[in-house]
């Protein structure tokens, strides 16, 4: 089956830092999600990537939709508290439909003050 | 607007007990599915729902069921608990659950489950 595979595990980062995470995938994808969850919480999504080297912004958060389309990479800007979370790449199985989503292993992040 | 709504948020069974979790959806949304978080496994659909019928359905074992009422309400069900279990069981809603731009999932915040 699909698998999504992402690193690093997890990061330890200074607060002002940026941060780079990424997804790979053994087969190809239409369509990426990169969802944050915290703790107690159910992940919530951050950028949804529709096409091939696409490149979308949301605030300080910066997401690429791999030309493969095997691989999709998150960077997040000046890095704040409340950034502290669990990030998960995601994308939709080849059933037509958004709902049955693969999830990726998820990075930990960690900020210092 | 109102998220998605699952209750309850926490909740202790024993071995061989069973349990009913639910989830409402957003307002208007009529694709419901159910996923289980687990540190192990990570995050694993479990099916989906759609006016009120199974519409996909995941690698797990038929105690995992679940069912959809005709105000998009979903409840799952696990019977027979086992240890293995324990985990997070998540909700999502989507508009249909077809792949487009305007049907991406919203969680809620899911249903702790613990198997003593």
């Known amino acids: 089956g699909q698998q999504l595979n992402q690193s690093p595990q997890s990061m330890f980062i200074q607060e002002g830092e940026d941060v780079s995470m990424n997804c790979t995938s053994s087969?190809?994808?239409?369509?990426w999600l990169w969802y944050k969850q915290d703790p107690g919480e159910g992940p919530v999504l951050l950028i949804a990537?529709?096409?091939?080297?696409e490149l979308t912004s949301n605030g300080r958060l910066t997401a690429q939709f791999g030309i493969t389309r095997k691989d999709s990479f998150l960077n997040i800007s000046a890095s704040i508290p409340s950034d502290v979370g669990i990030y998960f790449c995601?994308?939709?199985?080849?059933?037509?439909?958004?709902?049955?989503?693969?999830f990726g292993t998820g990075t930990r992040l960690q900020v210092t003050l | 607007k109102a998220g998605v709504t699952q209750t309850p948020r926490y909740l202790i069974k024993t071995r061989g007990q069973q349990v009913t979790l639910s989830c409402s959806p957003i307002?208007?949304?009529?694709?419901v599915s159910w996923y289980q978080q687990t540190p192990g496994q990570g995050l694993q659909f479990l099916f989906e729902?759609?006016?009120?019928?199974?519409?996909n359905k995941g690698n797990f074992p038929g105690r995992f069921s679940g069912r959809q009422f005709s105000n998009s309400r979903s409840e799952m069900n696990v019977s027979t608990l086992e240890l293995g279990d324990s985990a997070l069981y998540l909700c999502?809603?989507?508009?249909?659950?077809?792949?487009?731009?305007?049907?991406?999932?919203?969680f809620g915040a899911g249903s702790r489950l613990t198997v003593l």
């Open positions: 307002s208007g949304h009529r694709s």
């Open positions: 087969s190809i994808f239409n369509t």
């Open positions: 729902y759609f006016s009120e019928t199974q519409r």
């Open positions: 995601a994308g939709p199985s080849n059933t037509g439909t958004a709902s049955k989503l693969t």
């Open positions: 990537l529709y096409k091939a080297g």
């Open positions: 999502a809603s989507s508009r249909s659950g077809y792949s487009s731009g305007a049907n991406v999932l919203t």
